[in-house]
């Protein structure tokens, strides 16, 4: 008897996810399945087809996939509603108030600044919206090296989104032009007395990928005082990560500040914030990429047995050059994305409760509605720009991705936490901006310990579980100088611009005092770093450290092969490698490789969004 009554106590404690909500959850779902078949149904008689094959094949498809969510959703049932209010720092990063950004230029860097021009520099920024954006923050840096008067910058319509947006439909181009006035000449277009004759000049080149300053002095600069005129295709990190500090101050300049989205972006994405906030004071952004093409291109396995092994086996095919690896290899390398439940049990474990208010940028998720069950069932306050605003607020931006995307980035920006379950452009950028801007919570998966993790949740006690997720997480959660100088990519880590405060040294030494302090450890965390599962924290450097650092190079510029211009290339046609190409069609021509050029875009992205 008695023991009956503690059960139902413990349940009444930590209502994680009720069996009524299991019951409507499972509605939802056989709703839209049968919604799917009852489409397919129609379709196949209004062709004149007969229904009944289609129909049988999508109702097995429906009961396996009600199945699989209920069997998700059932394993939910010990994660209580809210997990250790005690914790502090959720909502903000620790010691943020001793940090700022910093990016105004040194004297010797001002007293530099040349008067006249050694040409016009275009460049064409390939990718999806934040691949495009480094191509065109790092633009400015390479027009100042060259001392260039840059073009306003080109976005590539052919790529995987097939977007025509123009740099002006996208960012505020009378704001970046007038913003960077100080380090760059930026024009919107040719003079007319000139346009003709220096677009017949013009060499349309390609660079290999990060290359150094010493690299663009040497190679491009003598090919631009010669031609008066060079055109950079495919440029998107074509600059290399360490530069000197002033030179990634202008990056941040370019990227935190002259980088404005257009007034009708920036009011929507405004918009959607103000709803969020309007519902909660408070919101978490996960930007979720979990299409796919990127699941199929991560090599990994998220439980959907033969037929998510078919169906990411088939997308696979697409790429040549993509080789078999190891599922399990990969998760326990850190490669693979999280899943929507796993993100959801992240932040839950972090102390995010169920009350807590989810907005969510993801493009087309696979399998939709029953991959997002769980994270639905650990969030239900769970918005999307779609369900924050009507179809009609939506439509003109609805046919450009990039448009989407930006009006995503706004609200992710001004989030209050922002996760993300990969690693890639928009993460990276959205996590350097962030922590320029005041270091917002910021939550980056320790994937390569997770993944482990989550695999023996259920081994564990809810308690232990979440008591790992935090230890695991320590050094990936957006606070200030979490990150070594010089790890990862600048975008994401933005050194060079972030200051301390005059009182910060004396506050980090208190606070260092008080852990050292600190009791030993408990037996319980010796035996976790005796398993060798533990990534320790780096430890706080000191400014100038960091800035000597970030500036030095471990060695010397790397030789590299010589820039082809286009006098060349039909002589060494056939040579041409992925790395250094040049681009000799017409930039306004569409080709029949039109389609594999943006499969090539799209795999680039996917490299480096799964790339260390």
């Not at 399945?33 to 209004?46: A, M, P, Q, T, Y």
């Not at 069932?377 to 939506?394: G, S, Y």
Request: aromatic content about 8%; proline content about 5%; some cysteine.
């Amino acid at each position: 008897m008695a023991r009956s009554r503690n059960r139902t106590t413990r349940v009444f404690q930590f209502p994680a996810i009720s069996s009524l909500a299991v019951v409507f959850g499972l509605a939802l779902v056989a709703l839209a399945v049968l919604s799917i078949i009852s489409g397919r149904f129609l379709d196949n008689v209004n062709s004149g087809h007969t229904p009944i094959r289609p129909f049988q094949q999508a109702s097995s498809e429906a009961w396996s996939a009600i199945n699989e969510t209920a069997s998700s959703l059932q394993a939910l049932e010990d994660v209580p509603g809210q997990w250790d209010t005690t914790t502090e720092h959720i909502w903000d990063s620790e010691n943020a108030e001793l940090y700022y950004g910093c990016s105004e230029p040194s004297e010797k860097y001002l007293s530099e600044l040349s008067v006249e021009s050694n040409g016009y520099l275009f460049i064409v920024a390939s990718g999806g919206l934040n691949q495009q954006r480094t191509g065109i923050t790092d633009s400015v840096v390479v027009a100042r090296l060259l001392n260039a008067t840059l073009v306003v910058p080109q976005l590539d319509h052919r790529s995987y989104w097939k977007d025509p947006s123009n740099f002006s439909d996208i960012f505020d181009v009378d704001w970046f032009i007038s913003s960077v006035a100080p380090d760059v000449k930026v024009i919107k277009e040719l003079p007319p007395s000139s346009k003709k004759f220096i677009s017949n000049q013009m060499s349309n080149l390609r660079v290999p990928r990060k290359v150094s300053p010493h690299y663009y002095l040497t190679r491009i600069l003598p090919i631009l005082k010669r031609k008066q005129s060079v055109r950079l295709t495919k440029f998107d990190y074509r600059l290399a990560n360490k530069l000197d500090p002033d030179m990634q101050k202008l990056r941040c300049r370019t990227n935190y500040k002259a980088l404005q989205f257009t007034k009708p972006i920036q009011d929507m994405g405004q918009e959607l914030v103000d709803r969020m906030r309007a519902k909660s004071g408070k919101y978490i952004a996960l930007h979720l990429r979990y299409e796919s093409d990127m699941l199929a291109f991560s090599n990994c396995y998220y439980g959907g047995g033969d037929k998510e092994r078919q169906e990411l086996g088939a997308i696979r095919k697409r790429w040549k050059s993509l080789h078999y690896q190891n599922p399990d290899k990969e998760r326990r390398n850190g490669k693979c994305p999280l899943t929507p439940e796993e993100v959801g049990l992240m932040l839950r474990a972090l102390g995010y409760g169920k009350d807590s208010y989810l907005y969510v940028a993801s493009g087309q998720v696979y399998n939709g509605e029953a991959s997002l069950a769980p994270l639905k069932a650990l969030f239900p306050n769970f918005f999307t720009k779609d369900t924050l605003v009507t179809r009609q607020e939506l439509q003109p931006f609805a046919k450009f991705s990039s448009r989407m995307a930006a009006i995503d980035y706004v609200v992710c920006s001004e989030s209050d936490v922002f996760v993300a379950n990969n690693n890639g452009n928009m993460a990276r950028i959205l996590a350097g901006e962030r922590r320029f801007n005041g270091h917002k919570r910021t939550i980056r998966p320790n994937a390569k310990k997770l993944g482990t993790l989550f695999a023996a949740r259920h081994t564990m006690s809810w308690k232990d579980f979440a008591t790992k997720v935090r230890h695991f997480q320590k050094g990936f959660m957006g606070n200030p100088m979490e990150v070594r100088a010089g790890r990862g990519e600048f975008h994401e880590n933005p050194v060079a611009c972030i200051c301390e405060k005059p009182e910060a040294q004396e506050k980090l030494k208190s606070l260092n005092q008080q852990q050292v302090k600190k009791p030993s450890k408990s037996v319980e965390t010796v035996k976790v770093e005796e398993e060798g599962v533990v990534e320790l924290q780096d430890p706080v450097i000191p400014v100038e450290d960091r800035l000597i650092d970030e500036a030095e190079d471990d060695a010397e510029d790397e030789e590299l092969p010589l820039v082809i211009d286009d006098e060349q290339s039909n002589a060494n046609e056939g040579d041409t490698n992925e790395e250094l190409l040049l681009e000799s069609e017409d930039p306004d021509e569409n080709t029949d490789e039109d389609d594999q050029i943006a499969i090539k875009d799209r795999v680039s992205e996917l490299e480096f969004c799964f790339s260390d």
